[in-house]
């Protein structure tokens, strides 16, 4: 698909690019909108093998065929576009985004608490991912990401479910599949993301700390190595279905959020029209 010829004019904007949010980029970049995302200087996500995130360390990074590069300024947005690619800067704030006059906002930063620093007034449309919004103040939508019946549901009044701290459950696994920090140091992988390991593997060191696997599957995420990383920080994921295609593609989650705001999107202009 020559996305040249069928982008709609306006852009959307993302503040995040982990795996969730490149699910849904992958989504409305397939439906021929024009997509830019935004990170830290060093994004934490584990997951990297499906997030375009990992294009801040590498440069580029491509996920089910899709290709992003990492832009140092927004100038060069517009040539990356002309590339059928999807432009990704480090701007946290989005104030370089901004720029651009973004339609839509997609906060898919997963911050799980309130956000002070997302306003309606950023975009004609802004969307927040799961706790921390509530629409109508910090966000026109907001969309439940927690599994379970609701999840992807659009809430256009109140809020998504609070955080509760633990890890969904995947192949009959929560919190047990969920590695992290067990102190402060540098963190070292010992396997990488699509290696099968069995309950007792040693997965990585943090500093000269030790880390085995609680169980038998396979690895579907490992934060960038050789990072700094802080005590309880989440830095691996095994994945007990044990399928190595899980690993590189974008997860049941991701698609179910990814179909969730262009719903979200498609409401809004409906609404939006009517009102004209």
């Known amino acids: 698909m020559n996305q040249k010829n069928c982008h709609p004019r306006e852009i959307t904007a993302f503040r995040g690019a982990g795996d969730l949010a490149s699910g849904i980029a992958l989504r409305l970049w397939r439906s021929g909108y024009r997509v830019i995302l935004s990170e830290l200087p060093c994004p934490l996500c584990i997951r990297r093998s499906v997030a375009f995130a990992n294009a801040v360390y590498e440069g580029h990074m491509a996920v089910e065929g899709i290709e992003s590069i990492l832009i140092h300024d927004i100038a060069e947005a517009e040539t990356i576009w002309a590339e059928d690619k999807i432009p990704l800067l480090i701007d946290p704030d989005i104030s370089q985004i901004k720029e651009l006059n973004p339609s839509v906002i997609i906060d898919a930063r997963i911050m799980k608490s309130y956000r002070d620093d997302s306003h309606l007034s950023d975009a ?153």
């Open 124 to 276: 004609p449309l802004v969307i927040g991912l799961g706790p921390g919004f509530v629409a109508g103040e910090n966000a026109h939508a907001v969309i439940e990401t927690n599994r379970g019946h609701d999840l992807g549901r659009v809430f256009w009044k109140g809020s998504a479910e609070p955080d509760t701290g633990t890890p969904g459950m995947i192949g009959g696994e929560g919190p047990k599949r969920v590695q992290k920090a067990p102190a402060s140091g540098i963190f070292t992988p010992k396997v990488e993301i699509g290696d099968f390991v069995k309950e007792g593997d040693l997965l990585a060191l943090v500093g000269d700390t030790e880390i085995r696997s609680p169980l038998t599957g396979m690895v579907r995420g490992v934060i960038y190595p050789g990072i700094f990383v802080n005590k309880g920080l989440k830095i691996m994921d095994i994945d007990p279905r044990g399928e190595r295609r899980y690993c590189f593609t974008a997860s049941d989650k991701a698609n179910a959020l990814g179909g969730s705001v262009l719903e979200a999107i498609l409401t809004w202009n409906v609404r939006e029209s009517a009102r004209q």
